[in-house]
Each structure stands twice: as C-alpha cells, then as structure tokens.
T-cell receptor, first 112, second 112 residues
Framework: NAGVTQTPKFQVLKTGQSMTLQCAQD?????MSWYRQDPGMGLRLIHYSVGAGITDQGEVPNGYNVSRSTTEDFPLRLLSAAPSQTSVYFC???????????FGSGTRLTVV | RKEVEQDPGPFNVPEGATVAFNCTYS??????FFWYRQDCRKEPKLLMS???SGNEDGRFTAQLNRASQYISLLIRDSKLSDSATYLC?????????????FGAGTRLAVHP
C-alpha cells in the first residue's frame, strides 16, 4: 500500500516554463488537495477536489490548474512558472472532512 | 487575523518535561480539528484528531475549547524523538467541504 505518491521529488524550472506535478493515491480516498509550504507561512491550500470531476480553488490558486479525471490521480499544473512559485508542494488525500490527511513526501520546486 | 494561529516557539525542553502548545482559530463554526507533526524536510503526519470531550493517546493529550476557540496539545514525559514542528489544523467549513487550514507550526526541541 503506497499511500500518496508524488513525483518528481525535486525540480528546477526556468521562469516561464510549464510543468505538471503528479499525485496518485491508492487508498480510494474521495478527497484530494494540493498545498504549498513556504518558510514561516505554514501550508496554504492551492486547489482541492471532493471527487472525480469536481475541483475547487483554495487560498492561493493563481498560476495553477488542476483536474481530477480519476479517483486516484490529481495532477497540479504550473502554467508559466515564476520565482514566487519556488516552494515545497504537498499533495494529500483523505476519506472525508472529519478525517486527517495522508500526505505525499513532497516536491521541492525551484524556479530560477 | 490569521484563521489559525500558533506560537512559533521554539520550545526548548529537557527530556522528561511536560510541554503544552496552544492554538487559536477564528471561525467559530469550525467543525474538525487535528494536530500534525512535521519533521525537518519531511511531510506532515497526523498525530491525533481533537474531539470535543478531549482525547488522549499515550503521552499526548488534546483538548478543544469551543467557547474560547482554541485547541491545545499536551506532551508528557518528552522524548528526544518528540523534537519536531507541531501543526494545528482546523476545518473551518464542514458540510462536505475539505479546506483544512494549517497553522504555521510550533517548533519543539527536546534536549538530553
């Protein structure tokens, strides 16, 4: 049982490039979310999904897109990378609002 | 005012000490509450949920005070392995939404 798997673990992008951060879970969780973590800021919600085909914006959605075509996968797309998007990105899933998240191991992204 | 606020610490305590962290939240309609632990450069991991009546898990005790809008975490008999950042997490909406809000974390350092 792998839990939540994120790829890649590290990435360096140039300003203006686009990329997709992958997230997959094998726990059949309905809820999935993407957070970014910056020093002193805590984790901030980017986008979330309450089921396949349903996504919504979190606190800091600008510059990011998501889709949820299957229960298992929830990719995060950076449309045109900016230095302000340098951060650690965590994908998480849970089986409902009263349950805690299981997090992936994170993607460390640097935009130069 | 931030939705979830924590004292950033660090709390430096000797082994065997008892330490308590508090966390305040701004939305009185918040539905569910959690404490997470995050080790350096790792993903957050669920420590425990916080129930209205308070709950205990070994050396860890969590309390919820809805009237004053704060939750607390008490760690008894601290171990070196308890050194980490402790994140307070609140679900402010409930009702099918899944927008967990994280505090910035409180750092704990346990020394011999």
């Amino acid at each position: 049982n792998a839990g939540v798997t994120q790829t890649p673990k590290f990435q360096v992008l140039k300003t203006g490039q686009s990329m997709t951060l992958q997230c997959a879970q094998d726990m059949n969780h309905e809820y999935m979310s993407w957070y970014r973590q910056d020093p002193g800021m805590g984790l901030r919600l980017i986008h979330y999904s309450v089921g396949a085909g349903i996504t919504d914006q979190g606190e800091v959605p600008n510059g990011y897109n998501v889709s949820r075509s299957t229960t298992e996968d929830f990719p995060l797309r950076l449309l045109s990378a900016a230095p302000s998007q340098t951060s650690v990105y965590f994908c998480a899933s849970n089986r409902g609002q009263n349950y805690g998240y299981t997090f992936g191991s994170g993607t460390r992204l640097t935009v130069v | 005012r931030k939705e979830v606020e924590q004292d950033p610490g660090p709390f430096n305590v000797p082994e065997g000490a008892t330490v308590a962290f508090n966390c305040t939240y701004s939305n009185s309609a918040s539905q569910s509450f959690f404490w997470y632990r995050q080790d350096c450069r790792k993903e957050p991991k669920l420590l425990m949920s916080v129930y209205s009546s308070g709950n205990e898990d070994g050396r860890f005790t969590a309390q919820l005070n809805r009237a004053s809008q704060y939750i607390s975490l008490l760690i008894r008999d601290s171990k070196l392995s308890d050194s980490a950042t402790y994140l307070c997490v609140v679900n402010p909406l409930g009702g099918g939404y899944n927008k967990l809000i994280f505090g910035a974390g409180t750092r704990l350092a346990v020394h011999p």
